[in-house]
């Protein structure tokens, strides 16, 4: 075994979940609600009124009120930090396109899949998605994660 797969092992071999594998993906899934907008607006000060003026809202192109793209894009978050690459994964960074508008009260499932892995360093490269019940893409795109060494 050469020097570089030796550190590569070490180093993937003190992450929490250890070294993931190109075309493993996880999913999670969850309804959207009053709450999420109000707790998103409480930490950012997002008060758009395409989410909170139901007749306003109405009247948009999206037919109601909607969620922000935070709260869309804040499953993926869960899915990075708790299932894969697993604790301890953070964004590096992202490029994402949100494609529809989620609605208050809808069903989306995020999903991440591994497409690429350092040997070097515990970074991977993700695929990234949002769809709602009906399977329409919410969001896509790219996120490449960094998983603190925590054991």
């Excluded at 993937?12 to 109000?38: C, F, H, I, L, Q």
């Excluded at 009247?59 to 009120?65: C, T």
């Excluded at 892995?117 to 994660?145: F, H, W, Y």
């Amino acid at each position: 075994m050469t020097e570089v797969n030796t550190v590569a092992q070490d180093i993937w071999g003190r992450t929490m979940a250890g070294k993931p594998a190109v075309g493993v993906a996880a999913e999670r899934s969850r309804r959207t609600s009053v709450r999420d907008v109000a707790m998103f607006t409480e930490m950012t000060g997002d008060r758009n009124p395409l989410h909170y003026d139901a007749e306003l809202a109405s009247r948009s192109p999206f037919g109601g009120m909607i969620v922000q793209g935070g709260v869309t894009s804040g499953l993926l978050n869960a899915i990075v930090a708790e299932d894969l690459p697993g604790p301890g994964s953070v964004f590096l960074g992202v490029e994402w396109r949100f494609v529809k508008a989620v609605k208050i009260g809808e069903q989306i499932t995020g999903r991440v899949e591994i497409t690429g892995v350092r040997d070097d360093k515990p970074i991977c490269t993700l695929a990234t998605s949002v769809r709602n019940a009906q399977g329409e893409t919410c969001l896509v795109g790219t996120a490449v994660t960094y998983t603190v060494p925590l054991r």
